[in-house]
């Protein structure tokens, strides 16, 4: 069974970067997985943020940025906002037609 | 403008079924892959599946962990998807969102879900 890991926290000071990550448990991410990236608040809907590795959705600011560092999925914040805080979740698209969500990245800004 | 407006979540016993219905606006329902999403509580998201569009052939995909047992359609008539939820287990308990599938395989337009509880 694949799984998708992401790092359960991350604390990030106001105006700073944060690099989240989404691994697989065997093997390496690349653009053929198409990772995408989504935020959720408390109580809302999740967001599209990213997709096909690194492109912004509409009116997402540019602040947020996502690429493959080495063999994972990677989204970062530069110069991080307070309303940054959110968990945040990638995705992996597999080769048997099926998504994979990783189990999500609270970030707190403080 | 598109809208994913999701509804027929309740509380049901094991074994027990249910239906969901995600109203869509904005586009023709079998014109569009669409995704079910869903999250326990305090929990991630797991997807559940999907139907590819009419022109693709309106097929159907499941995760392991519902497949045989929940089943995706949609009717254009009420312009409407649905999950059909059978042989409910207490781990099915969880908001379920609609979401629209875009080209390539992310999930683009959320619905704002639909709490599902399976309790005894």
């Known amino acids: 069974q694949t799984v998708v890991t992401q790092e359960p926290s991350f604390s990030v000071s106001p105006g700073g970067t944060v690099t989240l990550t989404c691994g697989l448990s065997?093997?390496?991410?690349?653009?053929?997985?198409?990772p995408s990236w989504y935020r959720q608040t408390p109580g809302q809907s999740p967001r599209t943020l990213i997709y096909n590795t690194n492109i912004r959705s509409s009116d997402v600011p540019d602040r947020f940025s996502a690429s493959i560092l080495g063999n994972k999925a990677a989204l970062t914040i530069t110069g991080a906002q307070a309303d940054d805080e959110s968990d945040y979740y990638c995705?992996?698209?597999?080769?048997?037609?099926?998504?994979?969500f990783g189990g999500g990245t609270k970030v707190t800004v403080l | 403008e598109v809208q994913l407006v999701e509804s027929g979540g309740g509380l049901v016993k094991p074994g027990g079924s249910l239906r969901l219905s995600c109203a869509v606006s904005g586009f023709t329902v079998s014109t569009a892959w669409m995704s079910w999403v869903r999250q326990a509580p305090g929990k991630g998201l797991q997807w559940v599946g999907r139907?590819?569009?009419?022109?693709?052939?309106?097929?159907?995909d499941y995760a392991a962990p519902v497949k045989g047992r929940f089943t995706i359609s949609g009717d254009d008539s009420e312009n409407t998807l649905y999950l059909q939820l059978n042989s409910l287990k207490t781990e099915d308990t969880g908001v379920y969102y609609c979401?629209?599938?875009?080209?390539?395989?992310?999930?683009?337009?959320w619905g704002q879900g639909t709490l599902v509880t399976v309790s005894s």
């Open positions: 065997s093997g390496s991410v690349s653009p053929t997985y198409y």
């Open positions: 995705a992996l698209f597999m080769t048997s037609g099926i998504w994979v």
């Open positions: 979401t629209t599938l875009a080209n390539p395989a992310y999930f683009h337009r």
């Open positions: 139907i590819k569009n009419k022109s693709d052939g309106g097929t159907t």
